[in-house]
Structures are given as C-alpha cells and as structure tokens.
C-alpha cells in the first residue's frame, strides 16, 4: 500500500568527506521552490505521554486518523513470532463494550469509512480514513481498543486460519518480495530482524489468547503511541478530543523498549530459491544506515541516480546500451535500526549475471570515483520533488509517512523540512554512502531461479506435507460460536454526506477533432495530463495481439529529434514522466514547465522514431513481461475469465499479446499501428493542476492545432452470449490455489447497473472495500481465506461487465471454500437488511469525494464523464439517483444475473487441468 516517498532532511554530522564545491550553487537553484503549500505539522503530547501529531489538509472533506505503536515483530520472544502480527488482527474483534461485528460495522455502515492495519519489524499501526464529520467519533473506538480487546479463544480460532492463508499466500509471490524475505535471514543472523514479521506456523498453531492479551498489556500504552490526525480538522480541537478520550489511560512510567545487537560482519552471502517460475531474477543487497540515522532521504537520491526512472544510471548502460538485463530497479529497504539498499535486475540472459553484477560495481565505483554530476543529481532531485508533491495529494500517504517519520527520528516536521532548508552537501553525502556501504566484497545475492521437472516435483511433495501439517493442526482450531451480531453500532446512526463542491472541467474542441478538458486546481504546483485514446487493447488485429502494447511502449524510447537517453534526460531533469499503455498516455511537469511540457508531450506523441534496436529492446522486455504473467496467478486468471466470458470477442484479447504474437510483430505492424491509433480524432486530453496565468485552450492549439489524423475506424462489437457453466482448472505449482466464479453481467449504461452497484457495496465492501459485507463475514466465521472479492458489474464499460468472486485458499480447504462461497452467494439476498441497503447508499454516496483527491484522479473522472456522456453534473446528483432505487429494485436487478448454480468455476493451482461441464 505504501509507496516509495522521498525526504530531504539533510543532517551531516556522521559525514567525514569534503564537501564537492561544484554542487553547492546549482542545488540552490534545483531546490528552489516557486510556491511553497503549507506544511506544517501540529504536536501535542497529552498528560499519559501519548504524542499527536496533527496536519490540517482541507482540500476534501476527508480525515485520516492512525494510531501507530512503538512495537513490533522486532519486539517478540522466542516462541512467539508472529503474534505482533496476530494481535494486529485481533484489534479490530471487540472488547468489553464492543462485538466483534462493532468496528466493521461503525466503520463501514454508519461512518462510510475505510479501516486497516500494518505490521513492520518496527511499528504497528491502525488506520481510519472517514468522512470529516466522523472524525470525532472515531476517537473512543481507538481508545477503547488501546485497552480493552477482549481476544476471545474461539474468534482467535478463525483468525489464526485466516493469517496461515496470508502466509501462505505471501510464499506465492515469486518475485522480489519472496527473495527478500529469504534475504533477511541470512544477512541479519542474530538480530531480530531475521524473523518473519508473520512469525512461523508452528507458533501461530500454539498461540493462545493469553500469550496474546499479555503481548498487548505490555506493549499497547499510552507513552509508546502516537496519534497522527491529517484531514480537514482544527488541530486545537484535535487536542482536546483526544485528551477527553485518551487521557485517563493510564501509561506504563517504568516501560523501556528493548535494544538490539547486530554484528555486521566483513562477508557477503547469497541466497538461490528454485521455484515453478519462468524468468531468473537476481537481487544485490548492501547493509546501510537505518532510519533512525535519518540518512533515508540519501538513499533514495542514491536509488534514482542508479536505478529509479529511465534516465538512471544502470538503465541507460544495461538495458538501454548494452541490452543485458530486461528490467532493472533500484531502492532501498530502511527498517528503524539497520536498513538494505537493493539492486534488482531480470537478465536477458542468466549465463551474463557474473559480467552485469561487475558492471554494476563499475558503475559504483565511477561514482565514487569522480563524484555526483551535477545532471545526475539535478535529475534525482527534480524526480524527488515531484514524488514529494504526489504524496501531498494523498493524506493516507502522509498520515503514514508523517507517523512512521516520527517514531523513527522523533521529528514532526521530517517529511516537509527539506524545501526550507535545501543542503548544498548532498553530491557529497551520496558519494559517501556509496564508498562507505555500497562495497562488492560486503555485497549479498539472492537469485530465484526455474526449477527443472524434477524440482517441481520435489516442489509439489513439500507443499502437500505443509498441507497435511495445516489441516491436522488447524482442525484442532475450530470455531464453534457464531459471530458476534453488533452492539454499540445499533446506537449509532449514518449521517447525511456533506455537501461538496464537485470540480467541473471547462471543454474546448479543437479543429483536428482533439477534445479539451482542463481544471484549475492550486493544491500543489505541479500539472498532470491525461490522455485518452479511441483505440485500447482490444483493437489489436487478429493474430497480433499485443501491437498496441508493443507500440505505446516504443513511444517514449526516443523521437525524431531526441534519442532514448535524450529523451529521458529531457523530461527526467525537469521532474517530468510519461507513460503510455494502450489506449492511454499520462504525463506530469511543475506548474512552471507547462509550455516546454506540451512541447516534448507533441515531440513523444507526434515524432516518435520507432528505431530497431529499440524495438528489439522492448521485444525482449514484452517477453519477459509475458512470462511474468503466466508465473502470477492472480494476474492470469483475469486473462483465463475473459477468454471463457467473451469468446470470440475483442475483449478475450490478453492487451499483452503471446510468446507468438509479440515476436513476429515488425517495425511495419508498428508504425502503422501508431498512424491508426495515434491520432487526434476521438482522443481527449484532460489537463489537471495549477494552471497559473496560462491561456490552457490558446496554450494547446498553438502546440497541438497542427496535429493531423484519421479518424479510428469503429469496430461492430459481437453480442456476448451467456456461456453454459463450468470448471476450468489450469495447474500450476503454488501453495494456494485461485478460485473463481463468473458470468455474465450488465454495460455500464444498463439501468440495472446501479443497482447492481449497490449490491457490491453488501457482497463484497465495493466502493470503499468495507469489511462489513457478506463476504467478509464468511471469512470471519471460518478463516477460510485471508482475502476475497467479488462484483457484479466488473469490468463493465460499453460492452457488458462480469459477474465476478474470487478469492485464493489452500488446496487442502478449497472444496469446503467453493461450497461455503456458493451457499453465500445462494442466500445473499435473504441476508441483507434494509439498514444494511441504506447504509451501502451512504457509503457510495461518501465515495465519490475521492474521486477528485489528486490531478491524476480528478483528469480521469472527466474522461470517464466524456466517455460515457454524462452530464456535467453528474457527481453532483449521484446521491439522488442513488437514493430513489428501492431494495426491491436491487433485489429484481441482482437476481436476472447472480445465480450461484450458473457460473463458471475457475481454479489455478495444484489442479489437473481440465474443462468440464459443472456438476
């Protein structure tokens, strides 16, 4: 959920090299900001110790409270790994006052709100985002779960079923984060960060909720938490409420964290996984400062200088130059104590691993050598700017970054400091994390590799002897209670949405058929754009599936005036992107590059240069891409569904093409495609942002009037019949196992659809993913699986959409979850209140604000409004719509195309593979 953010806080105390004179006067000039939004974070330490931090961000009318505590997996004993994690997920199961349905409930039908939680070695933390005239109310939720959880025996029993799937279904990620996590152990031997924040099955089997309630007593204080608060609120007001809801709690005075010893040694260790995959993938690890050392702003410099956006380093010299790797990504992994800087790359062939990891060093070593140039750093700290005002988009994200910031340095203001206080040393400070940690003899290897018929083999009995140890151990584990009905939520009342002033984009069209939509929006100084082209994926020819894909791609490696690298170093130096998939383009500058921005956008869009060796370039990339694909089942089972759904339909076409496809494409098909598909006719640009004084229509028809184009031709959409049902079973060798059930639902403009829309909202959380849905409860009373979803308008758009559930679940537990899945959808209708409906109204209703939290967000919503011609107005009166349609209007709609005996079963796994008719 969290993404990579960039902080500047520059300290340079543990700094021993002279400082690099050149840097001093451009840093100045690369850092300087024209408008500055307002940064400032509020602290109030209440009388028990608990801190709360506060930061007013009114552009919605949205909160984000999170309740972060100074424990983790770090912090657990022998025998116990694992159960920081647990109680993360007991938090939100009752106490004294409330059921386990309470805080689901509360959150999610009266609040219309969104509730989570996270584990790290480090923190665990609680997140609420509501609605702001909520906020107030959510302050007695969290302090009664400071204290009070109840970690009853019997829903301890479910929940642990539910946490062996979620670790069960991290094992299935056989990429990066399974190298990882095996990665750790072996460089942290002897600190506890060599433990798996989930713990070990053997000890999550013996927990019991007294291991757990006395984990929580001495961990969950006061004095070890922090409250951080960012939305439309009055920081002063905050203060109040929370010592009134806080301040009895009494703190633990004699409470001292544990430290921790970590001999890092002079040695380098390598880690070789074997799995069912397709693609090599190699990672190069170095021990570096954690965040503690507040030397984490550095690192993220040094992973855009080397390996972070086409213009670094590494990607210009191995995948651009030299062609060796087809991916390659830099970044760094900083944990409180101790952090890891990682290099991951995909060889383009694993017999050239040895000769990239010494050019890798080279390329270190060149840096260390003769410093940061001054394009180099201009480039990483452009790029850091712009990531910096995304985040300040998303209060979620600085609710989280604020918060884990602060327990790590103890400083408020840490994310926002660096734009005040630009520090002329960092060419220099880069160069010294480099010398002093970035070294090939204290370098680790983690390398995932394909196994060979035989290791699979060996692969499938490991797994089926886990499976043996689950179910024998987890049968002793059965809950026999049912769930909890809601207690304190049946006090409560929903409150009416408060009104919003929904953006409306001002239009313009120009003579070449281009449409214009833009809107002036002050909240941070940067403009994003985005396009929408006529033709999207499914407008592949026949036997060429892929072509699009192929040739957005090749877009932005390289134009008539500018090479690949000149491209990159472009658009990089200046904080700009672009990206560009089928049917669609997106492109972010600052404010004050909106004209030289439209500029390179025409270059990129008008005069790309299609070379050969670019071509083979991303050829070898789209391949391994493709592989990639068909090692992740969650990902492939879409391409499975819609094959079966819409048979000898544009839509069954995979946007990636095949092995076959995409290597008999040539240069020819490419620049043809581009001549049909890139063309002003029937494309919209959305332009989002802080627009200044510019004359946004004058702007772009002076850049864009002489972009000339056919019109795309139309494509006669088949009618989509209704498939008969069966069983599709696609083996593949991973611990769980996909499980699906589809068929054929409504177009977007259906009157059906909205009611439909509502259903989702009780089957499975729509809207707002609330954990109060009928899907949900299902998982709470039997642990079955740790995540599910389902719709019954997916995908729907001009052409109908799917009826769709899926989840993922143990091969030994997947009869029983195909059978409690099917009686659920069978009696969903009989299982909804009218409480419930109203409430599902309200929380769609509540949703439509986020709509409009970033540019990015906001320019996609006006696309969608022109795709589908809806009014202007059309958030405006969603409410309305939403409010006439009656429970039995739902109930009519859902049942023309929810029947439980008529869909389609889909597993990926250890299965036979078969097609056959359902039983």
């Not at 798996?196 to 004095?223: C, M, S, T, V």
């Not at 200044?692 to 000339?708: H, P, S």
Request: glycine share 6%; with cysteine; hydrophobic share 40%.
């Amino acid at each position: 959920m969290k993404k990579i953010f960039v902080f500047f806080l520059l300290t340079t105390a543990w700094m021993g090299h002279a400082v690099n004179n050149d840097c001093k006067e451009p840093l100045k000039e690369i850092m300087k900001v024209d408008k500055q939004p307002e940064t400032h974070v509020h602290k109030k330490v209440l009388s028990n110790g608990m801190t709360v931090l506060v930061r007013v961000v009114n552009t919605l009318p949205k909160v984000v409270l999170e309740m972060w505590y100074n424990v983790g997996s770090k912090d657990e004993k022998t025998g116990e790994k694992g159960i920081a994690h647990l109680i993360e997920h007991m938090i939100f199961k009752g106490t004294d006052e409330m059921s386990e349905s309470d805080i689901n409930k509360i959150a999610h039908d009266i609040f219309s709100g969104y509730i989570n939680a996270s584990t790290s070695f480090d923190f665990t933390n609680y997140l609420w985002k509501i609605p702001s005239h909520y906020w107030k109310d959510v302050l007695p939720l969290m302090a009664d779960s400071m204290k009070n959880v109840s970690f009853k025996e019997d829903h301890l029993s479910s929940e642990m079923k539910a946490v062996i799937q979620e670790l069960k279904m991290y094992r299935d990620s056989y990429q990066r984060s399974l190298i990882m996590d095996h990665m750790l152990p072996a460089i942290f031997t002897g600190h506890p960060y060599q433990y798996p924040i989930i713990g070990f099955k053997q000890d999550l089997w013996n927990a019991h909720a007294d291991d757990l309630r006395e984990f929580y007593q001495k961990h969950y204080l006061p004095n070890n938490a922090t409250l951080v608060v960012v939305g439309d609120v009055n920081p002063e007001e905050v203060f109040v409420e929370a010592e009134k809801n806080f301040g009895s709690i009494k703190p633990n005075p004699d409470y001292k964290k544990e430290t921790f010893y970590f001999h890092n040694d002079l040695s380098a260790k390598q880690v070789t996984l074997v799995r069912d995959v397709n693609q090599p993938v190699v990672m190069l690890s170095w021990v570096v400062p954690g965040k503690t050392q507040q030397v984490d702003q550095i690192m993220d410099i040094v992973a855009l200088i080397l390996g972070t956006g086409k213009g670094s380093l590494l990607k210009l010299k191995l995948m651009d130059e030299l062609q060796l790797v087809t991916s390659i990504e830099a970044f760094s992994f900083l944990l409180f104590e101790h952090g890891l800087f990682f290099i991951a790359f995909e060889p383009k062939h694993y017999q050239d691993t040895e000769k990239i990891i010494t050019l890798i060093n080279e390329q270190i070593a060149e840096l260390v050598k003769s410093g940061i140039k001054k394009p180099e750093l201009t480039r990483a700290i452009k790029k850091a700017q712009m990531e910096y005002y995304s985040t300040l988009e998303d209060i979620e994200s600085q609710a989280y970054e604020i918060g884990k910031a602060f327990l790590a340095t103890q400083d408020e203001n840490y994310i926002f400091n660096y734009l005040q206080d630009p520090t002329p040393e960092l060419g220099e400070q880069v160069r010294t994390i480099l010398a002093d940690y970035l070294r090939p003899e204290v370098m680790h290897k983690g390398i995932l590799l394909p196994a060979n018929e035989k290791e699979k083999k060996e692969l499938a009995k490991l797994q089926h002897i886990s499976d043996q140890e689950d179910q024998k151990i987890l049968d002793m584990h059965v809950r026999t209670s049912p769930i909890e009905e809601p207690r304190l939520a049946e006090t409560m009342k929903p409150r009416a949405a408060q009104a919003f002033n929904f953006p409306h984009a001002k239009t313009a069209c120009l003579s070449n058929g281009l449409n214009l939509l833009y809107y002036d929006n002050k909240n941070t100084p940067k403009i994003d754009i985005v396009i929408d082209f006529k033709a999207k994926s499914f407008y592949d020819p026949a036997g060429y599936e892929g072509l699009n894909t192929f040739m957005s791609s090749l877009l932005s490696e390289g134009t008539q005036k500018y090479s690949a690298a000149q491209l990159a170093q472009e658009l990089e130096s200046r904080g700009m992107s672009f990206s560009a998939g089928p049917g669609k383009a997106v492109f972010s500058m600052l404010s004050a590059d909106f004209e030289k921005g439209l500029e390179l956008l025409k270059e990129i869009l008008l005069h790309p240069r299609f070379d050969e060796k670019e071509i083979e370039k991303i050829r070898h990339q789209l391949l391994v891409n493709l592989k990639n694909f068909w090692d992740e089942p969650k990902a492939f089972a879409g391409q499975l569904i819609s094959e079966c759904i819409y048979k000898g339909h544009p839509y069954s076409k995979n946007s990636l093409g095949s092995i076959e496809t995409i290597t008999k494409i040539t240069k020819k098909d490419i620049i043809n495609a581009y001549k049909q598909f890139i063309t002003p006719q029937g494309t919209t640009m959305a332009i989002v942002g802080d627009l200044l004084d510019y004359n946004v229509q004058e702007v772009v028809r002076k850049i864009f009037g002489d972009w000339n184009g056919e019109p795309v031709k139309e494509i006669t959409f088949p009618v989509v019949v209704k498939q008969k049902p069966t069983e599709i079973c696609y083996p593949i060798n991973r611990d769980q196992v996909v499980l699906a059930f589809v068929g054929l639902s409504v177009d977007r403009k259906n009157p059906d659809y909205d009611k439909l829309l509502l259903f989702d909202q009780l089957l499975s959380g729509g809207a707002l993913g609330s954990m109060h849905s009928l899907l949900f409860r299902l998982r709470e009373q039997s642990g079955l699986f740790y995540t599910i979803g389902g719709s019954l308008v997916s995908q729907a758009n001009e052409q109908p959409g799917l009826v769709l559930v899926k989840t993922i679940v143990s091969k030994d537990r997947l009869e029983e979850a195909e059978k409690a899945i099917k009686n659920t959808l069978r009696t969903a209708l009989e299982n909804i209140t009218p409480s419930e409906f109203e409430a599902g109204k309200q929380a769609i209703t509540h949703s439509l604000v986020s709509n409009f939290e970033s540019n990015q967000s906001t320019a996609e919503a006006f696309l969608w409004l022109k795709r589908y011609g809806f009014r202007a107005d059309f958030f405006d009166k969603r409410g309305e719509q939403l409010a006439k349609i009656s429970l039995t209007q739902m109930e009519e709609a859902v049942k023309k195309v929810l029947n439980a005996d008529e869909l389609i079963t889909v597993k990926i796994g250890r299965v036979d593979k078969s097609v056959k008719n359902a039983a």
